[in-house]
């Protein structure tokens, strides 16, 4: 029976760069290697990105690979929601206050959302194949319950570090019936807000991009 229980994994995230940092949202996930078993999401369920005072609500969500994000507009002009950075890669189009339109998440990956018109707008979604996913708390602290024993390469996104980075701080982990603690992970976090970013044509965005349109 003990064979079987369930293993923790424990860490904290710290800032490589001088000064203090807000804390910043942090994702971490196993993927099972060769030999460990696969788990399933329990359900895909229902998901919504809402925009609302030139804000995506809530700015991060992670979903089961395969699920539909709703992203009904809720301000009183027009948005344009798109993303073409890596993930899934979509462009909704211009569309009206009180409508909705959706997009089915089918591939794992991270694809960082914006609104073609309102530059500030800007949210994160993480398709996941495994349920074996923790948040990082208000301290950068992550705790990942529940842990089948086997082997398994680690993955942790955090936002506004550079990919190649990311790819860095990958590793295989071996859980048995015991908490695994990784100690302190360092990566160059700067401070909180939306990071810099091309309209969906690549471009700059215009100086009057934050008009009331």
Not at 60 to 71: R, T
Not at 116 to 141: C, F, Q, R, W
Request: glycine residues 8%.
């Amino acid at each position: 029976i003990a064979a079987s229980s369930p293993a923790e994994l424990r860490l904290r995230i710290v800032s490589s760069l001088p000064g203090k940092h807000s804390a910043v949202p942090v994702v971490i996930w196993l993927e099972p290697l060769a030999g460990t078993p696969a788990l399933s999401f329990p359900s895909h369920g229902h998901y919504t990105l809402l925009q609302k005072n030139r804000t995506f609500i809530p700015h991060l969500q992670v979903v089961p690979v395969g699920s539909v994000i709703e992203f009904p507009n809720r301000d009183p002009f027009f948005h344009n929601v798109f993303s073409l950075f890596g993930g899934k890669r979509f462009n909704l189009g211009l569309y009206e206050s009180g409508s909705s339109k959706s997009v089915r998440f089918s591939t794992a990956g991270v694809s960082y959302i914006f609104c073609n018109i309102h530059p500030e707008m800007s949210a994160v979604v993480i398709a996941l194949g495994t349920p074996l996913y923790a948040e990082a708390d208000t301290k950068d602290s992550v705790l990942l319950r529940g842990i089948p024993p086997g082997d398994y390469k680690l993955h942790v996104w955090i936002e506004s570090v550079p990919q190649s980075f990311l790819e860095g701080l990958s590793r295989p982990v071996h859980f048995s019936t015991h908490m695994v603690d990784l100690g302190v992970l360092n990566a160059p976090i700067g401070g909180a807000g939306t990071v810099p970013h091309a309209n969906m044509y690549g471009k700059a965005y215009a100086s009057d991009d934050r008009s009331t349109y």
